[in-house]
């Protein structure tokens, strides 16, 4: 007796392979000699009722639309008691993998049947693709995929990749007292720090309100010293010959946390080791001081401007002219240069940032016009340079754009590493190579 669990993954695996079956097959035939092709294979149902909905099927010469329902043995019709419920009627095909009885409707109709050839082979290339120690299993499977195919699933990919990033965007916002505005700072912040500061960034944003730092913008030194004091950057033993700012900016955070009633975060989550002087904490807070005083209602002309460079040109601010000398709060720091948010980590906050913040208002508003705007700007960022990037370039699939590296991304933590390869087009396309494309399927016995 096949298992629960066993019988739920060849299920799945065939609502994948009914899904790509008219790519690969001109003409089936049912279980009662009549020809069948499928023009639409419907849309996957993901609530209770027929599996699939809104099929278009050719069978005997006659159009028919409808429902389809797939199930392992063609007697799970009648164990599952669809032949008792009414949503079942409108199903015009059934899909089964192994022969028993045919099934009928609540009012005695028989349903045409289809039993899917070639499923042993299948299930055969789907351990295949589970069993090898490749990532991802289907190695070039990528690259091989028609072109037509491949961008519209990466194009899927990094949707589904930005709809993840909206639902994080608007759980931050239920706590943000400003707004859209908040939220993008926090967003903002995280950006700035590399993975090894992005918690602790986001932490001193929440503990730092927006509404503290809009009292003290005009002031470039004041929002400094807000900043790195709220980071714990300012709490250390003054050297005799501290540098005047350096005094000012802890005299100022004193002054500011009493009016604003603040409170410092720990210092122990911040990381020095291992970075470049340029990625300090310390510097990223000052970029971030610069960026806030010179724009107003930051948030808002982030969604007003719909061209790349007026968007990097927005963020791409120098630090003020203490950072020239300087990449952390006490220690000179080489010859006179002055501290740019630099071309990879404006790449960064454009991609983790402004790209994800911009689609989060826009589902939430419902405004696609700035939705597709957005996704157009992911197409105009180069692409970026990471493991994941180079894995598929390795396996002969070179990323143009940030969008596709996206998608890539996407793709390989969410189906390569997990093997959800039946989920796939990809990993289908390797499962469905018993299938000889354009040419009609043995009908089964």
């Given at each position: 007796m096949?298992n629960?669990?066993?019988?739920?993954?060849?299920?799945?695996?065939?609502q994948?392979?009914?899904m790509?079956?008219?790519?690969?097959?001109?003409?089936l035939?049912?279980?009662?000699?009549?020809?069948?092709?499928?023009q639409a294979?419907?849309?996957?149902?993901?609530?209770?009722g027929p599996?699939?909905?809104?099929?278009?099927?050719?069978?005997?010469?006659?159009?028919?639309?409808?429902?389809?329902?797939l199930?392992?043995?063609?007697?799970?019709?009648?164990?599952?008691?669809?032949?008792?419920?009414?949503r079942y009627?409108s199903?015009?095909l059934?899909?089964a993998?192994?022969?028993?009885q045919?099934?009928?409707d609540t009012?005695?109709?028989?349903i045409?049947?289809?039993?899917?050839p070639h499923?042993?082979?299948?299930?055969?290339a789907?351990r295949a693709?589970q069993?090898?120690?490749?990532?991802?299993a289907c190695?070039?499977?990528?690259?091989?995929?028609?072109?037509?195919?491949?961008?519209q699933w990466?194009?899927k990919?990094?949707v589904?990749?930005?709809?993840?990033?909206?639902?994080l965007?608007s759980?931050?916002?239920?706590?943000?007292p400003?707004?859209?505005?908040?939220?993008?700072?926090?967003?903002?912040?995280?950006?700035?720090?590399?993975?090894?500061?992005a918690?602790?960034m986001?932490?001193?944003?929440?503990?730092?309100?927006?509404?503290?730092?809009?009292?003290v913008?005009?002031?470039?030194?004041?929002?400094?010293a807000?900043?790195?004091?709220?980071a714990?950057?300012?709490s250390?033993?003054?050297?005799?010959?501290?540098?005047?700012?350096?005094?000012?900016?802890?005299?100022?955070?004193?002054?500011?946390?009493?009016?604003?009633?603040?409170?410092?975060?720990?210092?122990?989550h911040?990381?020095?080791?291992h970075?470049?002087?340029?990625?300090?904490p310390?510097?990223?807070l000052?970029?971030?001081?610069?960026?806030?005083?010179?724009?107003d209602?930051?948030?808002?002309?982030?969604?007003?401007?719909d061209?790349l460079?007026d968007?990097e040109?927005?963020?791409?601010?120098q630090a003020?002219?203490?950072?020239?000398?300087?990449?952390?709060i006490?220690?000179p720091?080489g010859p006179?240069?002055?501290?740019?948010?630099?071309?990879?980590?404006?790449?960064?906050?454009?991609i983790?940032?402004?790209?994800?913040?911009?689609?989060?208002?826009?589902?939430?508003?419902?405004?696609?016009?700035?939705?597709?705007?957005?996704?157009g700007?992911?197409?105009?960022?180069p692409?970026?340079?990471?493991?994941?990037?180079?894995?598929?370039?390795a396996?002969?699939?070179?990323a143009?754009?940030?969008?596709?590296?996206?998608?890539?991304i996407?793709?390989?933590?969410?189906?390569?590493r997990p093997r959800?390869?039946?989920?796939?087009?990809?990993?289908?396309?390797h499962i469905?190579?018993?299938?000889?494309?354009a040419?009609?399927?043995e009908?089964?016995?």
């Amino acid at each position: 007796m096949v298992n629960d669990k066993a019988n739920r993954f060849e299920e799945d695996l065939f609502q994948g392979v009914w899904m790509l079956l008219h790519r690969y097959v001109q003409e089936l035939h049912t279980t009662d000699g009549k020809s069948l092709t499928i023009q639409a294979p419907g849309v996957l149902n993901q609530g209770q009722g027929p599996d699939f909905t809104a099929a278009r099927l050719t069978m005997a010469g006659q159009q028919w639309a409808g429902n389809v329902e797939l199930h392992i043995n063609e007697s799970d019709w009648f164990s599952h008691g669809h032949h008792r419920d009414p949503r079942y009627d409108s199903v015009i095909l059934h899909v089964a993998v192994r022969p028993g009885q045919q099934a009928q409707d609540t009012n005695g109709r028989l349903i045409p049947t289809l039993l899917l050839p070639h499923a042993q082979q299948l299930v055969e290339a789907y351990r295949a693709l589970q069993a090898s120690k490749q990532e991802p299993a289907c190695q070039q499977g990528l690259a091989q995929l028609p072109a037509d195919q491949r961008n519209q699933w990466l194009s899927k990919l990094v949707v589904q990749r930005l709809d993840a990033k909206a639902e994080l965007a608007s759980a931050e916002l239920a706590s943000c007292p400003l707004g859209w505005e908040e939220a993008f700072y926090r967003s903002l912040a995280r950006s700035l720090g590399l993975q090894v500061n992005a918690d602790p960034m986001l932490q001193l944003a929440r503990t730092t309100p927006l509404k503290a730092l809009l009292k003290v913008r005009d002031r470039l030194d004041s929002l400094e010293a807000i900043l790195l004091g709220q980071a714990g950057l300012l709490s250390y033993v003054p050297p005799p010959d501290e540098h005047p700012y350096a005094l000012f900016l802890r005299q100022e955070y004193a002054y500011r946390a009493k009016e604003f009633g603040l409170t410092p975060i720990n210092t122990n989550h911040w990381q020095f080791m291992h970075l470049r002087p340029g990625s300090f904490p310390t510097l990223r807070l000052a970029q971030l001081a610069a960026i806030l005083h010179h724009t107003d209602h930051l948030f808002s002309q982030v969604l007003k401007l719909d061209n790349l460079s007026d968007l990097e040109k927005l963020l791409r601010l120098q630090a003020s002219q203490y950072w020239d000398t300087h990449y952390n709060i006490t220690e000179p720091g080489g010859p006179i240069r002055p501290k740019y948010v630099g071309k990879e980590r404006l790449l960064v906050i454009m991609i983790n940032s402004v790209i994800p913040m911009r689609f989060a208002y826009a589902r939430t508003t419902g405004n696609n016009v700035l939705r597709q705007q957005t996704i157009g700007l992911l197409e105009q960022l180069p692409p970026e340079s990471n493991a994941i990037v180079h894995r598929y370039e390795a396996l002969a699939f070179k990323a143009t754009n940030a969008m596709q590296t996206q998608a890539l991304i996407e793709l390989f933590q969410k189906f390569c590493r997990p093997r959800l390869c039946h989920c796939c087009p990809v990993g289908l396309s390797h499962i469905m190579r018993p299938f000889t494309p354009a040419q009609p399927a043995e009908r089964p016995d």
